[in-house]
């Protein structure tokens, strides 16, 4: 299985854009799930984290209170991310991952089934 991203694209700064992560070959139904980003010369960072159920979500404080992760119900296979209020410093690769290995959420070792990623660009 793998996730695919999409719904990147360009937008101006204090807009709004939702990504998804869908199930290739599979399910991640099963799965908690990530966010992460990684923007030009820097390293891959994390965004958001939520449980299987859909419970319990966790935000880095860079995006609390203008993102929001939640992913669709019944079936749970896809995860979305709300991006309210962007900024130039969201302008990165997105890419979402299956949550397989536990440890810290936010640390992307406890992570596996990368996805491509999906490009967000925030002009100011």
């Known amino acids: 299985v793998q996730a695919v991203e999409s719904g990147g694209g360009l937008v101006q700064a204090g807009g709004s854009l939702r990504l998804s992560c869908a199930a290739s070959g599979g399910t991640l139904s099963n799965y908690a799930m990530g966010w992460f980003r990684q923007a030009p010369g820097k390293g891959r960072e994390f965004v958001a984290h939520?449980?299987?159920?859909?419970?319990?979500?966790?935000y880095t404080d860079s995006v609390k209170g203008r993102f929001t992760i939640s992913r669709d119900n019944p079936t749970k296979n896809t995860v979305y991310l709300q991006m309210n209020s962007l900024k130039s410093e969201d302008t990165a690769v997105y890419y979402c991952?299956?949550?397989?290995?536990?440890?810290?959420?936010?640390?992307?070792?406890?992570?596996?089934?990368w996805g491509q990623g999906t490009q967000v660009t925030v002009s100011s």
């Open positions: 991952a299956a949550y397989t290995r536990g440890g810290a959420y936010y640390s992307m070792a406890g992570y596996d089934y």
């Open positions: 939520i449980s299987g159920s859909g419970g319990s979500r966790y």
